[in-house]
């Protein structure tokens, strides 16, 4: 992710953070991309919250069926290399 | 107008090492001209299908790249819809033929995939989702989710889905222009490794290298295939904005207006060739178009109803799967499949179907003899 | 009691919260992966610790306290915007250099008007954060001001600080109130002391603290959390015997423990706070998550003393009491600390090993 990217992102963390939902439907990675291989395996999910739907991964882990109560929290979303900064995002967890 | 299609061409689809992009293009372009036994010059226009040139060759510009291949440089232009780019440029040729701008034209689809590392390979692919809002998953994961959603909500099994693969390892194996000669039993595309639950191995389609070609014109000719209608429609971009996870709402919008189009129903075809990028992809499309009612298309494939002696042939090519995905050339492929069979007295009334990324483009062509 | 030092509008605690990783490893298990039998720790008195998971840091669990904390002071009515001052304990904060607040306060939503700096002192930097902050509001330059204790400790895999060395995080929100029944808890008094003494240190590249065995003990632990509290407690002219709760800073159950009786505490008065048996050593959110726990059961009008103790040295003692409104508004409150310790799951050897390996800085 580019810097500039990374960003602008965290813009909506506080507006979803701590919100609760469900999950609609989820899968577990075993295969991802380079940024996420150090957190293999984990969940990538759509959650219905209140007004809206959203998709993020589940948090380091845990594992997700549908139907299960999550909240949003923040967590590292790749392992960055020496030189780069750290990313965090939204992730969802078991409530 | 009638829109026929007077030439096609396939190359071989694969892990092909010795080709680069431009052997690629050289390729289908004499082989095109070839099958259409039409003077270079006859072509008026090019449209080039390509997903993602300037990632996996850093090569960009591919319609100049492509006209140069004529001593006339006829204008050129590159059309982008991710993995719909091919029947995407389909749809653009017609649009051009219909405008009268052109009377004969020629769509070439291509994807050179294999100079980049698996890994990369994956991330570029990963570019048809939505970047801002699907950050962390891959392809697979997303039509995983779509997977996940229909096996719960209609009850779709893991065996239903492998049924799917076997079936389209079978129709590639006599398909000499197909990646894969290899048959499957369920259990082997059952027990493949993970790749994003429920999605295993054998039920993604491959990395692939490879061109086709179609020649499309509004002036007489002696062949049969005539694309008959056409539709194209889009969705949201990434799954959470979508109102239903159970169907591709833009696979039937396009199904009813290329339906509309040609004054046809479903009844009326016998063949068709359908965006299988995954297993689950293809029973999304035989129900989004129409031939099975929600729900109920992964009991009739594992039933044997989309092979030959079933109601209707789904990917006699062997697919996206077996028959191999060079991102840009398959929407084409499926056009000059369909029309080598129509030729052939195979089928008369034939459709096909192209989708990008996880269901926000899609192109439905019917072709046939009427 | 003398009160001069404290202004007419009340300081104090408006609202906290805690957050803890949902895993923890049992001492035996560590014990086993170093090849030992289980004797040291016993000797610590801790039985088990929390471990973070891969995507887990000292910011994370700091966003993690901060929200509940955060949740709770707008159910009460307070107004985001109001926080203009943060400040953040550490000794694993992710950079060297950019603050770990700034991410944290993003993710919350703070106002973007915000004092706020990221600090170090071992173990006290959480305990600082907070006499910071009640400074900050106390001096009127802030209506609100939050602090947070967090920690993401690592121990080189065999050493002794392995039994203990956990994860955890705890947030306050500090208020001044006219009536000082708006506090859930109000500040009587706080005294810290600093000297320089070489019990435990990490160099910027290093990956694990080195420390100098018991030395750590009489003349660095229990020196500065005895000279701190002394002082405290002269000051509000108060023995031990007029408190109703301790909490002395944890690096294991022993210390405190030994501390506690050697200033005239009972252990009845320490008991609620040792956490650390089972949560293990949180480091700078060590005191603060203790006085969480205490505060989730302490009944009205308690006076809490907590003593922190960072090595290198120092300590920050408090006097707190709490107030009617702390007993009405915990009714509301999910996410207490004990829900969250009793929540813990156990990781085996494998798993342990593993998220150890992956957690190395």
């Given amino acids: 992710m580019q810097i500039t990217e990374y960003w ?42 209140e007004k809206e739907k959203i998709s993020l991964m589940g948090v380091a882990h845990q594992e997700f069926k549908i139907g299960d109560e999550v909240e949003i929290v923040l967590r590292k979303i790749k392992k960055e290399a020496s030189s780069e900064i750290i990313c965090y995002g939204l992730k969802a967890q078991h409530v | 107008m009638n829109i026929k299609v007077i030439g096609s061409y396939i190359g071989q689809f694969g892990e092909l090492w010795d080709k680069s992009l431009t052997d690629l293009i050289k390729e289908g372009v004499n082989g095109v001209l070839t099958d259409a036994q039409i003077f270079p010059s006859e072509i008026e226009a090019i449209f080039v299908a390509n997903k993602a040139g300037g990632s996996f060759n850093e090569q960009r510009h591919l319609g100049a790249l492509v006209s140069e291949q004529f001593s006339h440089f006829p204008p050129a232009m590159r059309v982008e819809g991710a993995c719909a780019s ?89 398909n000499p222009k197909a990646q894969f000669h290899k ?35 509004s002036k007489k000719s002696n062949r049969k295939t005539q694309i008959l209608g056409f539709g194209h429609a889009q969705d949201t971009l990434a799954l959470q904005d979508r109102q239903e996870l159970g169907k591709l709402v833009a696979t039937q919008k396009a199904a009813k207006q290329a339906f509309n189009q040609a004054s046809l129903s479903q009844k009326d075809i016998q063949a068709i060739e ?60 499926q056009i000059a499949y369909l029309s080598s069979l129509i030729e052939a007295g195979q089928f008369n009334l034939t459709l096909a179907h192209n989708v990008g990324g996880s269901g926000a483009t899609a192109i439905v062509n019917i072709l046939g003899r009427k | 009691m003398k009160n001069s030092k404290i202004s007419k509008n009340r300081t104090g605690i408006v609202a906290y919260g805690t957050a803890l990783p949902k895993q923890k490893v049992s001492t035996n298990t560590i014990a086993q992966s170093q090849g030992k039998n289980s004797d040291l720790a016993k000797s610590l008195g801790v039985v088990s610790k929390t471990v973070p998971s891969l995507d887990e840091d000292t910011i994370t669990l700091a966003t993690g306290a901060g929200k509940i904390a955060l949740d709770r002071f707008l159910t009460n009515g307070g107004v985001i915007n109001d926080i203009n001052t943060l400040f953040i304990g550490s000794e694993s904060h992710p950079y060297a250099v950019k603050p770990s607040g700034t991410i944290v306060k993003t993710a919350l939503g703070l106002s973007n008007y915000l004092s706020m700096a990221d600090l170090q002192f071992a173990c006290k930097a959480g305990s600082q954060s907070l006499q910071i902050a009640l400074a900050y509001v106390q001096a009127g330059m802030s209506k609100n001001a939050m602090a947070i204790g967090a920690d993401t400790a690592q121990a080189r895999p065999g050493d002794a600080l392995e039994y203990t060395a956990a994860a955890g995080a705890a947030a306050f929100i500090l208020g001044n109130e006219k009536n000082g029944d708006q506090l859930l808890a109000e500040l009587l008094a706080t005294k810290s002391v600093a000297t320089d003494t070489p019990d435990f240190w990490r160099k910027p590249k290093e990956s694990y603290p080195q420390h100098f065995g018991r030395f750590t003990g009489e003349p660095a632990y229990f020196k500065h959390v005895t000279m701190a509290t002394k002082a405290l407690l002269e000051e509000v002219n108060l023995q031990p015997a007029d408190i109703d709760f301790c909490v002395f800073h944890t690096p294991n159950a022993k210390f405190p423990q030994q501390v506690a009786k050697q200033l005239g505490f009972t252990a009845k008065q320490l008991l609620p706070s040792l956490i650390v048996k089972e949560v293990g050593n949180t480091y700078a959110a060590a005191s603060l998550l203790a006085l969480g726990e205490v505060l989730d059961i302490a009944p009205t009008k308690s006076k809490i003393l907590v003593c922190s103790y960072g090595s290198g040295a120092g300590a920050d003692a408090f006097l707190f009491e709490t107030t009617n409104h702390l007993v009405t508004q915990r009714k509301k409150y999910s996410s207490m600390l004990a829900e969250q310790i009793s929540a813990l799951q156990v990781i085996d050897l494998a798993n342990y090993q593993k998220m150890r390996s992956q957690n190395e800085h």
């Fill in chain 2, 183 to 217: 048959k499957f039993t369920l259990e082997d595309v059952s027990n493949s490794a993970i790749v994003a639950s429920p999605l295993r191995l054998l039920d993604c389609s491959p990395i692939s290298d490879g061109v086709s070609a179609v020649i499309l014109s």
């Fill in chain 2, 274 to 333: 359908v965006h299988d990028c995954f297993s689950i992809a293809e029973i999304l499309a035989t129900e989004d178009l129409g031939f099975f009612a929600k729900g109920q298309a992964a009991k009739a494939i594992i039933k044997g109803q989309t092979t030959y002696g079933g109601k209707l042939v789904v990917n006699p090519s062997g697919g996206l799967k077996a028959c191999g995905h060079p991102v840009g050339a398959t929407g084409v492929k």
């Fill in chain 2, 86 to 174: 091919g029947g995407l440029a389909v749809v653009t040729a017609q649009q051009a033929l219909l405008s009268g701008l052109y009377k004969t034209v020629l769509v070439l689809g291509v994807e050179k995939m294999t100079d980049v590392s698996s890994n990369q390979a994956s991330a570029i692919l990963a570019t048809a989702a939505s970047r801002e809002k699907e950050y962390g998953s891959t392809f697979p994961a997303l039509y995983a989710i779509l997977a996940d959603y229909h096996m719960h909500q209609y009850g779709t099994t893991r065996e239903q889905l492998s049924s799917v693969v076997v079936k389209n390892h079978l129709h590639a194996f006599d």
């Fill in chain 1, 8 to 49: 602008r992102s965290n813009k909506d963390w506080s507006k979803y953070l701590g919100k609760k939902g469900k999950v609609l439907s989820v899968s577990m990675m075993e295969v991802s991309a380079s940024d996420q291989i150090e957190l293999l395996p984990y969940a990538y999910l759509l959650v219905e919250l």
